[in-house]
């Protein structure tokens, strides 16, 4: 996929009303899309029924395993710095089976570190919303709008809410990260992001996407994703090579089958149940579901002689590659496919390397200068610790040496029971840095609050934002 790139002269402000002025025509009306007058029916993902988007066998899952599992889920997202530092296997297994839609949005910003990021910069996307804009990049925006899924509900209307906070939520990108501006592939990642949480909340996941998961993929000269498709080539030798001897000898470079495949995280190409399987996986596990996604369809398209049959020329294997086998992406066999590939971080990190050397030798280094991605949650989680402290039992005075206050009623008893257990008297506890705590802090009042009142790390701990249940 091309970037949209290059001032247009756009003189008008970048605010979000700008796409709902005169410009109100709808794309892809009742009239437009039935045939007729009439409510629009839509399936369970929200694509209007009888669309291409919507076409393919949906899998059902019985009631009571879906609620089991939203139960799991409920279980893991209350106790996540918990179960991401001890049982980071337990959730890969879980996104592998799938997320269950109704908390889908919110264990994706869990997963990304997009809910962390956004304690971190709280009111930056305020910021960004309300800032006017770089006018080189909002005209070529509000161009690509209504191109991002027109079937869905969300997107369907010119000037809809779907299409306002996805101009929202690019434009804050370019604000964000002036140096990368905007471009094409970055529009149908928001999109699906927005189908599944707020604006906020889908900005900050772009921005784990853009710089954690696939940095370097939005620069101007696509170094990374060139990069990736020379690395997703060598591994195709190991996975299928009869696919990649038949790419070779026909001189296809992978830059022109795999672009809108990687940028978009197979987002435009695989049918949406499957779209979101792979997502639930690529938020755990990082780039090497891309990976593996990319090498499945290779190797049951063009992996034996039969398949290439009807693929002699190089023309014929591009309409082969740009119109797949409904069956290789059927969400049952694709996800099962994927889940059994023998392709690690490993792999593709050695593999990166010794391309990387071939790249320098020919072009010399990469301009993007994008920092090294990271291989999923638990890598991101590990470099990025949460910002507040997990709920606890935490001190609700701190002293410094030498000022020790008692509470009221307790001087006699803490003494003698502190005495007797080889502690300071006062109930306190020294610390390392010399200042000193009271051991029972649940028993002390809060100077000044109200009896309502908690602390920080409680009201940090909230998750009052996730509406998305």
Not at 154 to 173: C, E, I, N, P, T
Not at 232 to 245: D, T
Not at 355 to 362: A, I, V
């Amino acid at each position: 996929m091309a970037e949209s790139r290059g001032a247009n002269g756009l003189g008008a402000p970048g605010s979000r009303d700008s796409l709902a002025g005169d410009e109100l025509s709808s794309l892809g009306s009742d009239s437009e899309i039935n045939g007729g007058g009439g409510e629009r029916q839509v399936d369970k993902f929200g694509f209007i029924v009888g669309s291409q988007s919507a076409a393919g066998p949906l899998e059902e899952l019985p009631l009571d395993v879906l609620r089991q599992r939203e139960s799991k889920w409920l279980d893991m997202l209350s106790n996540w710095d918990k179960w991401m530092a001890k049982k980071h296997k337990k959730i890969r297994l879980r996104c592998q089976k799938g997320i269950p839609p109704s908390l889908r949005g919110r264990a994706w910003q869990y997963l990304s570190g997009g809910k962390v990021k956004l304690e971190q910069n709280a009111g930056k996307f305020e910021e960004l919303d309300v800032s006017l804009g770089d006018p080189k990049w909002l005209d070529v925006i509000e161009r690509d709008l209504h191109r991002q899924f027109p079937f869905h509900e969300m997107f369907v209307s010119r000037g809809g809410h779907g299409q306002q906070d996805l101009f929202r939520v690019l434009k804050a990108y370019t604000l964000y990260r002036p140096e990368e501006g905007y471009c094409q592939a970055q529009a149908p990642v928001a999109a699906v992001l927005l189908m599944h949480m707020p604006a906020e909340q889908a900005f900050w996941c772009l921005v784990q996407i853009c710089e954690k998961y696939l940095p370097g993929y939005y620069s101007e000269k696509l170094e990374a994703i060139q990069l990736d498709g020379e690395i997703l080539f060598s591994l195709l030798q190991r996975v299928a090579p009869v696919a990649h001897k038949h790419l070779r000898k026909q001189k296809i470079d992978p830059i022109l089958y795999m672009t809108e495949w990687f940028m978009c995280a197979f987002s435009r190409t695989l049918p949406w149940s499957s779209v979101l399987r792979v997502w639930d996986m690529f938020f755990c596990e990082g780039v090497k579901i891309v990976f593996r996604v990319g090498l499945v369809l290779l190797k049951h398209t063009l992996g034996s002689s039969d398949k290439l049959k009807s693929c002699q020329g190089q023309y014929e294997t591009m309409e082969r590659l740009r119109a797949l086998n409904p069956k290789i992406m059927q969400e049952a066999f694709l996800v099962q496919e994927i889940i059994e590939l023998p392709v690690t971080e490993r792999h593709i990190e050695r593999e990166h390397l010794i391309q990387l050397k071939k790249w320098k030798e020919t072009h010399g280094d990469l301009q993007c200068g994008s920092p090294p991605r990271l291989h999923g949650a638990k890598a991101i989680s590990d470099s990025e610790p949460r910002s507040h402290k997990a709920l606890g039992l935490v001190p609700s005075i701190i002293l410094p040496p030498g000022q020790l206050l008692p509470p009221k009623g307790h001087k006699g008893k803490e003494k003698k029971r502190d005495q007797g257990k080889g502690r300071p008297g006062n109930g306190l506890v020294p610390e390392e840095n010399g200042a000193q705590v009271f051991a029972e802090p649940w028993t002390l009042p809060v100077l000044g609050a109200s009896p309502h009142h908690q602390s920080k790390e409680s009201l940090s701990s909230r998750e009052s934002e996730d509406t998305y249940l």
